[in-house]
């Protein structure tokens, strides 16, 4: 593929510092390569572009979208800062993803994602652009600028500024009717976390089982309203499966929540054991794993699990191997 923009010029995005310090960001650097990746997208996209790219929608794509926000997070756990950089790049791409479809269908383009941006961070910081920049990118709230330093006078202006644009986007008073408590809980929030923040929120009403014990028996009959719908086998039941299976996952979700348990947390920490322990598997197999009957593995897990322990500290940490 050709290049979209000559940027020869522009060897890297960031300045070489002075001794003791960080890498410098270069906007105008910074400002080609982000152009160069937009006439990328928009060529990949094209009527002559790349048919898996012109192909994709809104729905087929925001399964990658959280699938590289988590390797993001992977990264910065881990600190690995080289393959952040990377991460951050692909996490990038479902960004010029979404707008350029989102052009393709006429709604808005990554020219108006990117005044959207530049004109919220110039509206949400009055300490540092001024007050009247501020209010010509659209705030519309009265708070002191003078932050002398504090963070936490920071957020508050921050917050104050966010609920005015939130009143301004709604425009008109909702109906008492069609309002609801949990209205609160922002539905764009991962899955795991929205769940719980739900029943949070609804055992203020006193909507909630009385203990985790309670739980229990709610587990099992979710167990077995999925067991009904799998076994028709039907591919028309898919719908229903899922939702049951849903319905199990709210459940074990709120299970965390009685117990004072993250479950988005602890299925981080299972994912590793199991990563673990299979590993394990793979290093005293005398063979391919594939290779092997079903209580041949059964015994190699087995034998892991005793030989890694728990994987966990009593204080919850995970345990390295």
């Known amino acids: 593929m050709d290049r979209p923009h000559d940027i020869s010029a522009t060897e890297t995005a960031a300045v070489q510092p002075k001794a003791g310090q960080g890498l410098l960001t270069d906007p105008v650097g910074a400002g080609a390569l982000f152009e160069q990746s937009a006439a990328i997208m928009a060529r990949l996209r094209a009527p002559d572009g790349c048919p898996w790219d012109r192909e994709q929608t809104f729905d087929t794509i925001r399964k990658y979208t959280l699938e590289e926000a988590y390797e993001v ?73 003078a932050v002398e330093g504090s963070s936490a006078a920071v957020l508050r202006n921050w917050e104050e500024i966010k609920q005015a644009e939130k009143r301004k986007k709604e425009n008109v008073v909702r109906d008492a009717e069609t309002a609801s408590r949990l209205d609160s809980v922002q539905r764009a929030m991962p899955a795991l976390a929205e769940a719980a923040k739900l029943g949070a929120k609804a055992q203020k009403s006193g909507f909630d089982w009385q203990s985790w014990r309670d ?31 849903g319905d199990l996952l709210f459940t074990v979700v709120n299970l965390g929540r009685h117990l004072g348990v993250d479950a988005e947390m602890a299925l981080r920490g299972c994912n590793l054991r199991f990563r673990e322990r299979f590993r394990e598997m793979e290093r005293a197999a005398s063979r391919p794993l594939e290779e092997l009957a079903p209580d041949e593995l059964e015994a190699l897990w087995t034998q892991a699990k005793q030989k890694l322990g728990a994987g966990y500290d009593v204080d919850g940490a995970d345990r390295k191997s």
């Open 73 to 145: 997070f992977d990264a910065i756990e881990r600190r690995d800062f080289p393959h952040l950089e990377e991460e951050l790049g692909d996490l990038l791409l479902q960004v010029l993803f979404y707008a350029e479809m989102a052009a393709n269908e006429g709604h808005f383009t990554i020219a108006g994602v990117l005044d959207q941006l530049n004109r919220k961070l110039i509206r949400r910081h009055p300490h540092v652009f001024g007050e009247e920049a501020s209010k010509a990118a659209g705030n519309e709230a009265a708070v002191d600028a």
């Open 215 to 245: 739980l229990l028996p709610k587990l099992e009959e979710e167990t077995r309203e999925l067991e009904t719908e799998a076994a028709s086998k039907d591919p028309a039941r898919k719908p229903a499966v899922e939702a049951e299976l």
